[in-house]
């Protein structure tokens, strides 16, 4: 069985085609190979199906490898290779690129960064094609252990993410994500539509705003423009399908598109996992390649998601309903971009996107009839119009400029309702409809010293229209390569992010009914990032990486009451009318390490280990754990393929395996006897996150097979999450309608299948 690997060669700074590149595959023999064309495309046809890796030479450019691709029989290899021109004199020195991971896509990007690729979110075990969940593995980066997609980068809460899809701000792309969440329990971008990523865990370069512990950087992977091609996936999960082809024979354009059913409700139905309701969502994305001509290229994309719950609360194995609830959230983004190649050194990427999401959710308790009573209604409906235009230009191969400018027109329509215990009526906490906006703007300045030193660094502005609130922010990474081997990193950053809107538009409500919005003058929050690293190759396909991090957060909204303990740096979702100010700080330091060995010869393993501080000040002034401190986490991950059957079958058996101890969740105790007194939780405020669960322990293991026959691919799979069972207390809340405590615990046993078909 053969196929075609095929792609463009580009220069990474200009985005121009490079012309006679030379492009082999490494250990074939007798040497198969080719050279790109007059537009920088290059095919190499009867590629047997397997692992193969490929190696990239052009004149006056440095060497890439792209390691272990895939090859199946169902669908062609389209690559966009992007190479770096060297900073050396083209007759004195050849430059060789390692294969490492730690390289990001983004080359401004020197510090706490990482690629990863779709086959990556597909093999890992756990991840279930999620971006999310394989993030997970990375050295200082943690889940929610209760299931959800919440991403915790050193400590910080997880509203701090940046989300961004094809260069541009979106949504959180989670199905079921709350009010001001960055997680949710499935995202709804499936790894199918994923292109080579990158995710940041601090330090961003300039051009990444509104984000104070990490940023996701997707991209969409452009359809196969020459042959239609299709993938159905059934799975415990969802069923999805997708498809991808030409417009018309002859033209580069193409178009890619997926979509996906939940079929969740069968595990909720077996009785394998317990969700407390029925789970239910669907989601589109697709994106659509247009090429003008050599110097304009137009691209649209897009992706939705809609999904609810409608779920009961009983207390343990009792059969007693003590709630009732109703949830539902809906996420969209569009979004056109038109790269103009101005000439062989400069090119301008502008953009324009609309997004929106809706949030309606609903509680009931029993009354004193056993009848039900409303307890919390909210209906949030946000939408977002952005543009965005970034300039690049190339003076040398030592000097690239990058600056650009982001508008975002917001617009809101946020009701929410909540029962009021101690004054036993329903209250309005917010009510407010209307617009603002947010600009931001950038420039990086990217210097290769030598071939060995590289400098990045520029500024990053950041206002936002409600108060005025402004941020500005300067930036600088070094990376410093000792040797062929070895390689030295620091860099530096302030950073600054707008709070969901609810914060600021939250409202009080007085005993004469009048209401005041105390918050709407609040600043923004603000980080300082420091970060020291260290990459060592210990081979051609091992890999060390060390960073050492120290972060300074300021202007955190706490409340305004001398001896609270509250602090937005503790909130991971949701909202609240607590009267704020801007006094707050914090600190996040700690050590990781991954050692990596990449895929080789079908076996692979990962290392990480991180330990770390996280502390908050409120208003009492007193410094205290934070809820995200867990203080250590340790993953590793590791895999196998083998051929199996007849060589003409093949066929390849794989395993693979990740076992995470995480240090223990902390929450704040419940005050039992208030609670019941008030008829509504009460925590003790004054021993904030003094509670702990014991560690957190999480296997999950994966195997299946893969099958290639003429023009087809056959996958089959078992994923197994927490595959032990392991059941650690996370978290505990009180249950109006008996008055006692439930203990919330881990994500219990949850296993996967599913079987896939590309044709």
Do not use: C
Request: proline share 3%.
């Amino acid at each position: 069985m053969t196929q075609t690997v095929r792609g463009v060669i580009e220069d990474q700074d200009t985005k121009m085609p490079l012309i006679g590149a030379t492009i082999q595959i490494i250990g074939s023999d007798p040497l198969v190979g080719t050279i790109s064309d007059m537009e920088g495309h290059f095919r190499i046809e009867n590629v047997p199906v397997g692992r193969v890796s490929l190696k990239i030479n052009f004149i006056g450019f440095e060497e890439r490898i792209i390691p272990n691709l895939l090859v199946n029989s169902a669908k062609e290899v389209v690559l966009q290779v992007l190479l770096v021109e060297s900073v050396d004199n083209l007759d004195e020195v050849v430059i060789t690129a390692k294969k490492n991971k730690a390289e990001v896509l983004n080359e401004m990007s020197l510090v706490s960064a990482r690629s990863f690729s779709v086959e990556e979110t597909k093999r890992f075990a756990g991840s279930f094609a999620d971006p999310a969940r394989m993030v997970s593995s990375f050295a200082g980066v943690t889940n929610q252990p209760e299931g959800n997609n919440d991403i915790i980068v050193r400590g910080n809460s997880p509203r701090g993410i940046l989300w961004r899809l094809e260069g541009i701000e979106i949504p959180n792309p989670n199905h079921f994500a709350n009010e001001g969440a960055t997680g949710g329990p499935i995202n709804a971008l499936n790894g199918n539509m994923l292109s080579d990523s990158d995710f940041m865990s601090g330090a961003f370069s300039p051009e990444y705003g509104n984000a104070l512990s990490g940023v996701f950087d997707m991209k969409l992977k452009k359809g196969n423009n020459e042959t239609r091609e299709y993938t159905a996936t059934a799975s415990t999960l969802g069923l999805d399908f997708a498809a991808e082809g030409p417009f018309k024979e002859g033209y580069n354009g193409s178009y890619l598109a997926n979509y996906r059913y939940s079929s969740l409700a069968i595990i909720d139905q077996l009785g394998v996992v317990d969700f407390g309701g029925v789970p239910k969502y669907q989601d589109l994305s697709f994106k659509i390649h247009l090429p003008i001509n050599q110097s304009h290229i137009i691209s649209a994309f897009g992706l939705g998601g809609i999904s609810s719950i409608t779920a009961e609360t009983k207390f343990e194995d009792e059969d007693e309903v003590l709630g009732k609830s109703v949830f539902g959230a809906d996420m969209g983004v569009v979004g056109i971009t038109h790269n103009y190649l101005i000439n062989e050194r400069s090119f301008l990427k502008s953009s324009v996107s609309a997004s929106g999401t809706r949030l309606e959710s609903t509680d009931d308790l029993p009354d004193e009839n056993d009848g039900f009573y409303e307890a919390q209604h909210s209906n949030f409906t946000k939408s977002a119009l952005k543009f965005a235009t970034t300039f690049n230009h190339k003076f040398s191969a030592k000097h690239k400029l990058e600056t650009g400018v982001i508008y975002t027109q917001l617009k809101y329509d946020m009701v929410e309702n909540a029962w009021n215990f101690e004054r036993d009526r329903m209250e309005t906490v917010l009510d407010d409809k209307g617009g603002s906006y947010t600009m931001q703007a950038f420039a990086n300045w990217k210097y290769r010293i030598t071939k060995d030193l590289t400098l990045s660094s520029g500024m990053h502005y950041m206002h936002f229209g409600l108060n005025g609130a402004y941020s500005v922010e300067p930036r600088a990474a070094l990376k410093w390569v000792v040797t062929d081997r070895q390689a030295f990193t620091v860099g530096f950053g302030l950073h600054s992010k707008v709070e969901s809107l609810a914060v600021y538009l939250g409202k009080q409500e007085a005993i004469d009914g009048s209401l005041s919005m105390p918050n709407k003058a609040l600043g923004l929050s603000k980080a300082a990032h420091y970060v020291l690293g260290y990459d060592q190759s210990l081979g051609a396909n091992t890999h060390l990486k060390i960073e050492t991090y120290y972060q300074q957060l300021y202007d955190v909204p706490i409340e305004h009451e001398p001896k609270s303990t509250y602090s937005l740096l503790n909130a991971s979702d949701d909202f609240s009318n607590r009267v704020l100010n801007n006094d707050g700080t914090g600190k996040n330091y700690g050590l990781e390490l991954t050692l990596e060995q990449y895929l080789h010869k079908g076996f692979y393993y990962m290392a990480t280990g991180s330990v770390y501080e996280s502390k908050y000040t409120a208003m009492d002034g007193i410094e205290r754990k934070t809820a995200f401190a867990g203080n250590y986490a340790f993953n590793l991950l590791g895999g196998k393929e083998w051929k199996i059957g007849k060589p003409d079958k093949n066929k390849v058996l794989f395993i693979n395996t990740k076992v995470s101890l995480l240090g223990g969740k902390r929450y704040t105790p419940i005050d039992l006897a208030a609670s019941q007194a008030l008829g509504d939780e009460v925590r003790v405020e004054d021993q904030p996150f003094s509670a702990r669960s014991s560690d957190i322990f999480i296997m999950n293991f994966a195997i299946g097979t893969r099958r290639n026959k003429k023009s087809t691919t056959r996958e089959f799979k078992i994923d197994i999450q927490n595959m032990t069972n392991n059941q650690a207390v996370v978290n505990q809340y009180y249950v109006h309608g008996n008055g006692k405590i439930m203990e919330l615990k881990q994500l219990p046993l949850f296993p996967t299948i599913s079987y896939t078909y590309s044709f």
